[in-house]
């Protein structure tokens, strides 16, 4: 009788188990989901382009102690590397591509950026304020 009960009971109790683990799945994931568009609604980007080996704009005002998106969008046929010392941040974009770098937050002041492959042309800097942003 005992076998005869297991053979009965144990897919039952496999499928209450598929069943409750999925609906924990389900839950998570809208919850994760949920969090996702909070926080992207909330995200602040703020676009640089690269064009003829120059920064566009060459200073961005951006506001203080607020986490940030810089998207850097090369519009040149030619790779370009996003270098800043102060900033400790590097990232190579392509030829008419675009990158994200993550940023913030920022103490007020000016950082410093160039382009490691034309670093005569390419300079910028950060201004980070207080007072807003454009």
């Excluded at 994931?29 to 640089?48: C, G, I, R, W, Y």
């Excluded at 900033?87 to 410093?112: D, F, Q, T, W």
Aim: hydrophobic share 45%; proline share 4%; aromatic share 8%.
């Amino acid at each position: 009788m005992t076998r005869q009960f297991f053979k009965i009971t144990t897919p039952v109790l496999r499928l209450a188990l598929l069943l409750s683990l999925g609906g924990f799945w389900v839950v998570t994931s809208m919850a994760s989901a949920k969090n996702q568009t909070a926080e992207s609604a909330e995200a602040l980007v703020f676009t640089l382009r690269i064009k003829d080996h120059l920064f566009i704009p060459a200073e961005l005002l951006v506001p203080a102690n607020t986490r940030f998106r810089l998207r850097i969008v090369n519009e040149d046929a030619t790779a370009e590397e996003f270098e800043s010392a102060s900033l400790n941040r590097e990232k190579v974009i392509m030829g008419r591509s675009e990158g994200i770098i993550h940023l913030g937050p920022l103490a007020p002041g000016e950082y410093s950026f160039f382009g490691e492959f034309n670093p005569r042309t390419a300079l910028g800097r950060l201004i980070v304020s207080e007072t807003g942003h454009d």
